[in-house]
């Protein structure tokens, strides 16, 4: 990666960050003379400003593990693990036999590109501070061992070839077999998923289903009563949770479903009729089914909310309470509920409130922050620039995959057919795009088919794609924690990663928040940036979450202006809890955070 960001750094797009971009045909020419830069736009022949764009893959049929994989293919935004699953039977868990094919299509074989494995910097995660605040925090695990995991989990944790657990990870497990209820942040490509999936299955595998209700209607009426919910805000996102869940719950009698909008409900409702204990939903399609009769919750031991502040955002809370509070839902104390994101703004914090019962709040590195796996670049590029530039940097990329993200649909789309004029492999992912469009165009990207995916915020949040090595914010967002779920795309599980965004004078109201992400995480901050910042005093670090913005990195039961022990330090103890609620001096840092070194386990 250190190649990728010098050869980009070499192009000299700025003179050394001070004066702007200058575009190819005007290099070397007086200034005066760059004037007329725009007309490279109009020139090039190839843009037609069209939905064409993202119709060059329209046809390609490369669907890939994502698309279904070996149980059964994509049947239209409903899945499951089948009939191979194993079974509870008599109080006891009988896991199915091993089936290679079946191991080959969830796992891959080893050094498959299609399957993120860890990067060299995975074990710089156990560097990073952790604070874990509330009554009576359970000691971290330090390696995946059963006990505390369940034997068959940990059997398909090593076929996923993870060595070891992440920090998200090492506090989720003990945390959900001791009962408790989590909010976790932790930063982008971290693990969060296993977070969650792992304890979840784990205690499943061991507890096994609960009693169904003995009324359950005609086979027309039938009902599923799933174990677990995980709720997340997109489709995509959705459909790779489920992905890695039919990975975590190979052999087990857990048989994991998703549904999402934008599908046929017919073939959801089918799937869920043959039985769904994990259940893996966008807010939108899991009210319908609910209130459709076929979905209770009465059973729900596990609830996730997967990136709650994406769904807020997306304006999901209202389905949100509604299945929470109003439905059949196991009340609060009695099912246990995990919350998960990278950023947590006070909105959130606020439904945890309502939903969590006396919760462990895990922060893992500063919330908000980025991984220090990923370079950042920003670069000053004027809007009728940014073509020749973006065509500058794919120029100096060879390797990987690149993403870059616009803030429009329309934008999307005439970018790639631009970048296609231009003979790239390109392709487009945005709301205006059907289902199977963005499906199509996700699989096209994962497989290497498309080397170039152009995206708008749909993408930013949660996809992991395995060697996408450069996310370019060709237009930046208005919101900085945006900015940090899109460029967490690349950098991911310890692997190396070059974000470049393009900045000019539209961006002012991420200013301060751009300039705070880029020291913290110790990049470089151009002087045009920091210009700005003392030019613009009073600009906006982030306009949707006001004062409190970069700094969410506390548990809002604590005593307001608590630093939550300073997160320079890899310790932080801080007793002063706001409420006297019996909160008190749980507070733990990562005093496992060096232990990952010695790896006992016998399958490392
Ligand atoms: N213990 C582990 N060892 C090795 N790789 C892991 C481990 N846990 C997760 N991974 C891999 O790391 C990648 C990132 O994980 P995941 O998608 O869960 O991150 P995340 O924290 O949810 O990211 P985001 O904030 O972007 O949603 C995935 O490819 C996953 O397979």
Excluded at 108 to 133: H, K, L, R, T
Excluded at 285 to 305: H, M, W
Excluded at 458 to 466: E, F
Aim: proline share 5%.
């Amino acid at each position: 990666m250190a190649e990728l960001s010098e050869q980009v750094q070499n192009l000299s797009i700025n003179d050394n960050n001070e004066n702007g971009y200058v575009p190819p045909h005007l290099r070397g020419k007086p200034r005066s003379a760059r004037n007329n830069s725009s007309n490279y736009n109009n020139n090039n022949g190839g843009y037609n400003g069209g939905r064409g764009g993202g119709s060059f893959f329209s046809n390609n049929r490369r669907g890939g593990y994502g698309n279904g994989g070996f149980f059964g293919g994509n049947n239209g935004g409903s899945r499951s693990n089948g009939r191979s699953g194993g079974r509870w039977i008599d109080g006891k868990h009988v896991p199915a036999p091993r089936n290679e094919k079946a191991e080959i299509a969830l796992f891959g074989v080893p050094e498959d590109p299609n399957f993120q494995s860890s990067g060299i910097n995975f074990d710089n995660y156990d560097d990073i501070p952790v604070d874990a605040s509330g009554k009576d925090v359970p000691e971290p695990i330090t390696e995946f061992t059963s006990p505390p995991l369940d034997g068959l989990l940990l059997e398909n944790i090593k076929l996923a070839r993870f060595t070891k657990p992440t920090p998200v990870q090492k506090y989720s497990v003990p945390i959900v077999a001791n009962g408790r209820d989590l909010m976790a942040c932790a930063q982008t490509g971290s693990g969060k998923t296993g977070g969650f999936l792992f304890p979840v299955l784990s205690e499943s595998f061991k507890t096994g289903p609960s009693p169904q209700p003995e009324s359950q209607g005609s086979f027309y009426q039938r009902k599923a009563y799933p174990t677990a919910v995980i709720m997340a805000p997109t489709r995509e996102l959705a459909t790779q949770i489920f992905d890695e869940a039919k990975k975590f719950t190979y052999r087990s009698w857990v048989k994991a479903c998703v549904v999402y909008g934008g599908s046929p409900i017919g073939n959801q409702l089918r799937e869920i009729e043959r039985g769904c204990d994990l259940l893996v939903a966008t807010p939108g399609r899991l009210n319908d089914l609910l209130e459709r009769g076929k979905i209770s919750l009465a059973n729900v031991k596990y609830l996730v909310l997967d990136e709650a502040d994406r769904m807020l955002d997306m304006g999901f809370e209202p389905q949100i309470r509604h299945i929470v509070e109003d439905c059949d839902m196991t009340p609060v104390g009695e099912r246990q509920t995990l919350m998960f994101s990278a950023t947590f703004p006070a909105d959130i914090q606020h439904l945890a409130r309502d939903f969590l019962s006396d919760y462990i709040f895990l922060s893992v590195g500063r919330v908000g922050s980025t991984s220090e796996n990923i370079t950042q670049k920003v670069l000053y590029v004027e809007n009728q620039d940014k073509k020749s530039a973006l065509l500058d940097l794919l120029s100096a990329s060879t390797d990987g995959l690149t993403l870059i993200f616009v803030e429009t649909k329309r934008m999307a789309d005439q970018l790639t057919d631009f970048l296609i004029m231009q003979n790239f492999r390109a392709t487009a992912i945005h709301g205006d795009r059907t289902q199977s469009e963005r499906e199509r165009a996700l699989a096209a990207f994962r497989s290497g088919a498309a080397t170039l995916l152009v995206a708008t915020a749909v993408a930013a949040r949660g996809l992991d794609i395995p060697n996408v090595t450069h996310v370019i914010n060709y237009d930046l967002p208005s919101d900085v924690d945006d900015y940090v779920h899109r460029i967490g795309r690349t950098g991911r599980a310890g692997n190396t990663g070059l974000a470049t965004a393009f900045f000019n004078s539209e961006n002012s109201n991420i200013v301060k928040g751009l300039h705070e992400i880029l020291t913290e995480a110790n990049q470089e901050v151009p002087s045009f940036l920091k210009d700005a910042m003392m030019s613009a005093p009073g600009s906006r670090s982030n306009s949707r979450r006001g004062g409190f913005g970069r700094n969410n990195n506390r548990d809002y039961r604590k005593a307001g202006g608590a630093s939550a022990g300073g997160w320079g330090s890899s310790r932080s103890r801080d007793n002063s809890f706001r409420g006297g609620s019996g909160w008190g001096s749980d507070s733990k840092s990562s005093g496992w955070g060096n232990s990952g070194g010695s790896n006992n386990s016998s399958w490392w």
